[in-house]
């Protein structure tokens, strides 16, 4: 039989892997299926999945593959966009999704300005509003909305939560276990007050994500993370940070990058638990 027909059954994690995620991005040319039986084969226990890959491959059959194979879905990615159109039924939709797979934590990238708008304020505003509309629904389901700040210079059209700090003022109007953050090395490194905030942050870090940073950047900017140890970023300092502040939950390793993509599944997989024991665990 296939392993989507009879999954093997992931054993229980120890040591050094027992925090260690993979997050499906890592690997996008990995089909959901491949990903959960190498993960399994691994020893990895948790995995990060994305909306556009779940929905493709089914999410109840997703959820199932998941379930089967003894896996934990450490966070779902992503709902937020809220300049979008029809953002409040899409979040709802995101909302559901992960309930049904099983994780508790939904990262939200908040989205950029309106079309035409120069007021940052304002938008930052606006997801406040955003969150607490939603709120109520996610805490009927059981799922925590997870602000993630992104770098500045995705402010404009992407995010415009730029620091933990900026996504703390807005998670700390909710209950911390209906809204958290997320902490995302790649795009908090280079702020002076991170690991302030990180301490602030304390029970509501609902995901914490590595990756390093590499220059020089490539011409699609999303894409120059690398994995854990080949960049400037100091992981060691932010894990530790974030297990002083009662975090103990999972490690995800999230890195978008091209030539890591052009490489098979397994052997990223590989990659990304040798960095993540050598520089993270």
Same mark, same amino acid.
Request: hydrophobic share 45%; aromatic share 8%.
């Given at each position: 039989?296939?392993?989507?027909?009879?999954?093997?059954?992931?054993?229980?994690?120890?040591?050094?892997?027992? *925090?260690?995620?993979?997050?499906?991005?890592? #690997? &996008?040319?990995?089909?959901?299926?491949?990903? $959960?039986?190498?993960?399994?084969?691994?020893?990895?226990?948790? $995995?990060?999945?994305? +909306?556009?890959?779940?929905?493709?491959?089914?999410?109840?059959?997703?959820?199932?593959?998941? +379930?089967?194979?003894?896996?934990?879905?450490? =966070?779902?990615?992503?709902?937020?966009?809220?300049?979008?159109?029809?953002?409040?039924?899409?979040?709802?939709?995101?909302?559901?999704?992960?309930?049904?797979?099983?994780?508790?934590?939904?990262?939200?990238? =908040?989205?950029?300005?309106?079309? /035409? =708008?120069?007021?940052?304020?304002?938008?930052?505003?606006?997801?406040?509003?955003?969150?607490?509309?939603?709120?109520?629904?996610?805490?009927?389901?059981?799922?925590?909305?997870?602000?993630?700040?992104? %770098?500045?210079?995705?402010?404009?059209?992407?995010? $415009?939560?730029?620091?933990? /700090?900026?996504?703390?003022?807005?998670?700390?109007?909710?209950?911390?276990?209906?809204?958290?953050?997320?902490?995302?090395?790649? %795009?908090?490194?280079?702020?002076? &007050?991170?690991?302030?905030?990180?301490?602030? #942050?304390?029970? *509501?870090?609902?995901?914490?994500?590595?990756?390093?940073?590499?220059?020089?950047?490539?011409?699609?900017?999303?894409?120059?993370?690398?994995?854990?140890?080949?960049?400037?970023?100091?992981?060691?300092?932010?894990?530790?940070?974030?297990?002083?502040?009662?975090? *103990?939950?999972?490690?995800?390793?999230?890195?978008?990058?091209?030539?890591?993509?052009?490489?098979?599944?397994?052997?990223?997989?590989?990659?990304?638990?040798?960095?993540?024991?050598?520089?993270?665990?």
């Amino acid at each position: 039989m296939t392993a989507v027909e009879e999954p093997a059954v992931a054993a229980p994690a120890a040591g050094r892997l027992a *925090r260690f995620s993979f997050n499906q991005a890592t #690997a &996008t040319g990995w089909g959901l299926a491949e990903l $959960v039986a190498g993960c399994v084969a691994a020893g990895v226990p948790g $995995v990060g999945l994305w +909306r556009e890959p779940v929905r493709e491959y089914g999410l109840a059959r997703a959820a199932r593959l998941v +379930r089967d194979a003894g896996l934990r879905v450490t =966070s779902l990615c992503r709902g937020g966009f809220f300049t979008a159109d029809g953002w409040r039924d899409e979040n709802l939709r995101a909302i559901e999704e992960a309930a049904t797979l099983g994780t508790a934590e939904l990262a939200l990238v =908040s989205g950029g300005l309106p079309a /035409g =708008s120069r007021d940052v304020d304002g938008a930052r505003e606006r997801v406040a509003d955003a969150i607490g509309e939603l709120a109520p629904h996610a805490a009927a389901a059981g799922v925590r909305l997870a602000i993630e700040p992104l %770098h500045p210079m995705f402010c404009a059209d992407r995010c $415009v939560i730029a620091t933990l /700090g900026q996504a703390l003022d807005i998670a700390e109007r909710f209950d911390p276990g209906t809204v958290g953050v997320v902490v995302d090395t790649y %795009h908090l490194w280079w702020d002076d &007050t991170v690991y302030r905030q990180i301490a602030r #942050a304390g029970d *509501r870090i609902a995901a914490f994500q590595v990756a390093d940073w590499v220059t020089p950047l490539p011409e699609g900017v999303l894409l120059g993370r690398a994995l854990p140890g080949e960049g400037c970023i100091d992981l060691r300092r932010f894990r530790d940070a974030v297990d002083d502040s009662g975090y *103990r939950g999972a490690i995800e390793v999230e890195v978008f990058h091209a030539d890591l993509w052009s490489r098979p599944g397994p052997d990223i997989l590989a990659a990304a638990i040798t960095a993540y024991l050598t520089h993270v665990g």
